[in-house]
């Protein structure tokens, strides 16, 4: 099993332009879930996903957008980068709910906006 | 809204030292805990967690963690760390049975250095 897989590792954007980060998972998780990490500020969500064609936002939604018409995919769009997007990027996914809620990560897109 | 706090952002100590990382959170009900690993240029790879049952959690690699309810914590500990326990480790907590989307919240993180 692959686990969940993100495209691009790195990514050096100008402001004002745009990107996808990929997210695809192949554990068949209902739940997926896009953090940024900024240093010494943990993992802050974006937006999560609770099942394909539903989404919704966390702490930290302004500037990005998500979709979710597959189990598997879960991108995130930035539509006009600017430097406060510059941080890490993890995705996650989990099965469910209770004990299932163990999420797994991806191993980050580390974006630079300049 | 619940929050995470870990005490310490940097720790260093040499190998064969214990490590005791503190985790405190906020929210007052039924909680589900976790203690993530950062490997330098690494994912997140869970350690161990808590959902009901004994108190004492033990996770992977010697490490194990104490919930304590009445102090809203759930420390991490390892009686003797190596130099390949050299990471960033992250608390995280799910507030409630429903907490919509099963959210995490997660604390800032505490950088460990393990000198050889």
């Known amino acids: 099993n692959a686990g969940v897989t993100q495209t691009p590792k790195f990514r050096i954007l100008k402001i004002g332009q745009s990107m996808t980060l990929q997210c695809t998972q192949d554990?068949?998780?209902?739940?997926m879930y896009w953090y940024r990490q900024d240093p010494g500020m943990g993992l802050k969500l974006i937006y999560y996903?609770?099942?394909?064609?539903?989404?919704d936002k966390g702490e930290v939604p302004n500037g990005y957008n998500v979709s979710r018409s597959t189990t598997e995919d879960f991108p995130l769009r930035l539509e006009l980068a600017a430097p406060s997007q510059t941080s890490v990027y993890f995705c996650a996914s989990s099965l469910g709910t209770g004990r299932q809620n163990i999420q797994y990560f991806g191993a980050g897109t580390r974006l630079s906006v300049l | 809204a619940q929050s995470v706090s870990q005490h310490n952002h940097h720790v260093i100590l040499s190998e064969a030292a214990s490590l005791e990382l503190g985790c405190n959170y906020s929210?007052?009900?039924?909680?589900?805990l976790f203690w993530y690993v950062q490997y330098p240029g690494q994912h997140l790879q869970l350690l161990l967690k808590y959902f009901s049952g004994d108190p004492l959690v033990k996770g992977i690699k010697g490490f194990e963690a104490e919930f304590i309810k009445s102090k809203f914590s759930f420390n991490l500990r390892k009686p003797s760390v190596q130099w390949s326990d050299t990471a960033e480790y992250f608390c995280?907590?799910?507030?409630?049975?429903?907490?919509?989307?099963?959210?995490?919240?997660f604390g800032g993180g505490t950088r460990v250095l393990v000198k050889p």
């Open positions: 929210y007052g009900g039924t909680v589900n």
């Open positions: 554990m068949n998780h209902n739940y």
């Open positions: 995280a907590v799910k507030g409630g049975l429903r907490a919509a989307g099963n959210k995490l919240t």
């Open positions: 996903s609770v099942g394909a064609g539903i989404t």
